[in-house]
């Protein structure tokens, strides 16, 4: 298996599919509204501050684990420290890609019902509240949604099954560029809209006051998420990149694109929730409430709310791929179940999760888990606990347990290519990183409160 291990095709391949996995709801859907509950700009200089020192390092660490281990998320940590408890990380991994897939999957399906109201023209002609109202009634009910939910799941289903690297290489060619251009032109029809301004003080003019631990935590989150880092989702990745690939360029090409994505997605939100009289801290519903009002101000305007939701429903889609495969391979390797055998039962258990986050906005609302209806339940545990500590744990283990000299060779391809910054990176990677991760866990704990006390 390690000898022929399959590969992507070309280097854009490998961009296109690694950005894919990256780019998805979390730049579009979830970034704008953390954004707007954790207080606009103040967040946005944090998540940049975790992109840069955390972000970077731990993807370029996921990325040699992955082509120096050529195996599944799982494998990798069996095959580099054989009989330790360092595959823990592995597990940690595949469980968040499922979890994740289990809420992930219910926002996608939001995406397909809009997809067809632009299609349908059902958007038409309505005032900010009614887009708020009908938003409120469609995810609060029980069949649509969780019909969406389940095509969605069963869509990704299908392409896991039939394996088809080269339709979603070839797909993601055109549809990343495409989703760029549509978010662009959004962006300048947002800005342009009366009090326009407003959105983007808020966005770009920071009140270091609004800095909290619990937005440090909620800006790290978001950078693991929407980078799709500690979870072992770049691992998996990462085994199909070619020997040549260059680790290093191919995680600054992705962080930047995917960064790119989240601002841009940001400035087509924000104008257009000030000048609608939109809270911005309206929560999981701000895209699918904001969006809409935009678009009627556009002229055809059913092709663009069309062009975008399926757009995004195609970029939500590489990524739910991307989840779905770190589960199914763990399944089918480790079990020995047949490939298709192993995605019916991920497909089988994220329907399971896809139902109740889906009915935490309607029925099942008061059901609570520390607080937190199901949907937000899975959110905070992977987002906020699993990845960073799967990032965590990914730099201790790289940090502690890889000779430095193959930690080299690897990044730059037996020392083809140079690495000019490999000692800042070794530096924060083993102890920056690690450090950053576990006092701002400590912190949100209030650990480090009650420690300052003592003293
Ligand atoms: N990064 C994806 C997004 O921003 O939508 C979500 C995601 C995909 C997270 C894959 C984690 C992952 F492994």
């Known amino acids: 298996m390690t000898d022929n291990r399959v590969t992507f095709g070309s280097k854009l391949g490998v961009i296109l599919a690694t950005v894919g996995c990256a780019v998805g709801l979390g730049n579009i859907w979830r970034f704008p509204y953390m954004v707007g509950v954790n207080g606009g700009a103040a967040f946005?200089?944090?998540?940049?501050?975790?992109?840069?020192?955390?972000?970077?390092?731990?993807?370029?660490?996921?990325?040699?684990?992955?082509?120096?281990?050529?195996?599944?998320?799982?494998?990798?940590?069996?095959?580099?420290?054989?009989?330790?408890?360092?595959?823990?990380?592995?597990?940690?991994?595949?469980?968040?890609?499922?979890?994740?897939?289990?809420?992930?999957?219910?926002?996608?399906?939001?995406?397909?019902?809009?997809l067809v109201q632009g299609l349908d023209g059902s958007l038409a002609g309505k005032t900010a509240d009614e887009f708020k109202m009908d938003f409120e009634q469609f995810s609060s009910g029980i069949v649509r949604p969780i019909g969406w939910t389940a095509a969605f799941i069963a869509l990704t289903h299908?392409?896991?099954?039939?394996?088809?690297?080269?339709?979603?290489?070839?797909?993601?060619?055109?549809?990343?560029?495409?989703?760029?251009?549509?978010?662009?032109?959004?962006?300048?029809?947002?800005?342009?809209?009366?009090?326009?301004?407003?959105?983007?003080?808020?966005?770009f003019k920071p009140d270091f006051s609004k800095i909290t631990s619990s937005v440090v935590l909620s800006a790290m989150g978001q950078a693991f998420f929407s980078l799709s880092i500690g979870m072992g989702c770049l691992i998996t990745y990462s085994s199909y990149f070619k020997?040549?690939?260059?680790?290093?360029?191919?995680?600054?090409?992705?962080?930047?694109?995917?960064?790119?994505?989240?601002?841009?997605?940001?400035?087509?939100?924000?104008?257009?929730?000030?000048?609608?009289?939109?809270?911005?801290?309206?929560?999981?519903?701000?895209?699918?409430?904001?969006?809409?009002?935009?678009?009627?101000?556009?002229?055809?305007?059913?092709?663009?709310?069309?062009?975008?939701?399926?757009?995004?429903?195609?970029?939500?889609?590489?990524?739910?791929?991307?989840?779905?495969?770190?589960?199914?391979?763990?399944?089918h390797e480790e079990y020995n179940l047949s490939r298709q055998k192993a995605a019916w039962f991920v497909s089988g258990g994220v329907l399971i999760l896809g139902v109740l986050s889906s009915l935490s906005f309607g029925v099942l609302k008061e059901f609570t888990i520390g607080g937190l209806n199901f949907f937000d339940a899975l959110d905070y545990l992977t987002a906020k606990i699993m990845l960073p500590l799967g990032g965590m744990l990914i730099c201790i283990f790289v940090g502690t347990r890889v000779d430095r000299k193959v930690l080299k060779a690897e990044l730059t391809n037996e020392g083809t290519i140079p690495f000019h910054f490999f000692n800042t990176y070794a530096f924060f990677m083993k102890y920056i990183a690690p450090f950053a991760i576990g006092l701002i866990f400590l912190n949100e704990l209030g650990l480090i409160n009650k420690l300052s006390r003592l003293f």
């Open 44 to 114: 946005l200089l944090v998540y940049i501050i975790c992109i840069l020192l955390l972000g970077i390092p731990v993807m370029i660490t996921e990325f040699f684990i992955g082509r120096h281990s050529r195996k599944n998320a799982a494998g990798a940590f069996k095959k580099m420290a054989p009989g330790t408890k360092w595959s823990f990380i592995g597990y940690n991994g595949v469980l968040g890609a499922f979890l994740i897939l289990g809420f992930y999957s219910v926002v996608a399906g939001w995406t397909l019902e809009y």
């Open 158 to 203: 299908l392409i896991i099954i039939s394996g088809v690297k080269a339709g979603i290489e070839r797909a993601s060619k055109i549809m990343m560029p495409l989703l760029f251009l549509i978010l662009v032109v959004l962006c300048l029809r947002s800005v342009t809209l009366p009090d326009a301004g407003e959105g983007l003080v808020f966005l």
């Open 243 to 331: 020997k040549e690939t260059k680790l290093q360029a191919t995680a600054l090409q992705v962080t930047v694109l995917d960064t790119l994505v989240a601002v841009l997605a940001g400035v087509m939100i924000f104008p257009a929730v000030f000048s609608f009289g939109i809270a911005p801290t309206a929560g999981p519903e701000l895209v699918f409430i904001t969006l809409p009002n935009v678009f009627e101000q556009l002229p055809f305007a059913r092709i663009w709310s069309t062009g975008f939701f399926l757009l995004l429903a195609l970029a939500a889609l590489t990524s739910t791929i991307s989840l779905h495969e770190v589960s199914t391979a763990y399944v």
